[in-house]
């Protein structure tokens, strides 16, 4: 297989990534949580860099550290997860600006950590992002009540003798793998964009959550592929040419929903949908609009 088949093959793989965890992201208002998270692995992906090691290990191995960090630094009375957000973003993206600037020789590779290329993508880049598509769609078929649930009512979910926690870590875990596997292809800056754009578009465009994963996977597949098509049509980098074909499609969702009549509250449809998801009966006269 070709370096372009490969990164066609790679595009898809996030497209599809896109409609799970990007929409759990949208969902749960959790796409600054995704950008410290992708800024923050770059002194992971360095230290490994510098020992000569995988990359895509050394940022996972952080990843996962950052997320326990945050889960810790989110439960301090009197803080909140976007503050525990930005203390990670800072810390870990400061780490990682110096600890490439105390090893110049390191050129290319820590650049790409940033930056990304998906004409750069190897098989085992594409079989690392296959896995993880799959496990986390068997996390989130597992956990899907629990996470709705608390997405949705959190006060409800708490009162119902719930603790919120293992729903965090688990929501926590899947953006971060998430974000890490996407890096090859788009790198930290992109790589939120990729996961989180097509998710965006398809709120725009639907209420109803059981819509949200298929929509946002088929805007996400479609976005990567066509974006690549570009990027050798015109001879334009690869990664950001992916980067504004997602941004063009979401401010095309955007032009689409206000030209079409409004259906009820988004919100109120939201948690129809959620609470159809959950298998919860809808209550008579319930539906928006």
Same mark, same amino acid.
């Given at each position: 297989?070709?370096?372009? !088949? ?29 950008? !410290? ?15 000569? %090691? ?9 990843? /996962?550290? /950052? ?37 110049? $020789? ?9 930056? $990304? ?24 078929? +597992? ?21 919120? %926690?293992?729903?965090? /870590? ?22 939120? +964009? ?16 059981? %819509? ?7 805007? $996400? ?7 690549? %098509? ?20 979401? /401010? ?12 009820? !509250? ?22 928006? $609009?």
């Amino acid at each position: 297989m070709n370096y372009f !088949a490969l990164a066609a093959v790679e595009l898809i793989l996030l497209g599809l990534l896109s409609g799970l965890a990007g929409t759990l992201i949208v969902l749960r208002r959790r796409s600054f949580f995704a950008v !410290a998270l992708s800024h923050a692995t770059f002194p992971g992906g360095v230290v490994f860099a510098v020992l000569g %090691w995988n990359l895509l290990l050394g940022q996972a191995l952080f990843a /996962l550290l /950052l997320v326990l960090v945050m889960t810790l630094l989110s439960r301090i009375p009197g803080q909140g997860r976007q503050v525990a957000s930005g203390v990670v973003l800072s810390l870990g993206f400061a780490l990682g600006t110096l600890l490439s600037s105390l090893n110049p $020789g390191l050129g290319v590779p820590v650049e790409a950590l940033l930056v $990304g290329s998906p004409l750069g993508v190897t098989a085992s880049d594409v079989g690392v992002t296959a896995v993880v598509l799959v496990l986390v769609a068997g996390v989130l078929a +597992a956990a899907r009540r629990p996470i709705l649930f608390h997405t949705f009512d959190p006060v409800g979910f708490a009162a119902a003798g719930f603790r919120a %926690w293992p729903v965090e /870590l688990v929501v926590s875990g899947v953006v971060a793998a998430s974000v890490v596997v996407a890096m090859p292809a788009v790198g930290a800056i992109l790589g939120v +964009a990729v996961l989180i754009g097509p998710a965006a578009a398809a709120r725009a465009l639907t209420s109803r959550i059981e %819509w949200l994963p298929p929509i946002a996977a088929g805007i $996400g597949v479609a976005g990567g592929l066509v974006g690549l %098509w570009a990027s050798r049509e015109f001879g334009i980098a690869a990664g950001g040419s992916v980067g504004l074909v997602m941004t063009a499609m979401f /401010l095309v969702a955007l032009a689409i929903r206000a030209l079409l009549p409004r259906r009820g !509250a988004g919100r109120s449809g939201a948690a129809v949908g959620a609470a159809s998801a959950m298998g919860v009966p809808e209550a008579p006269g319930s539906h928006p $609009g």
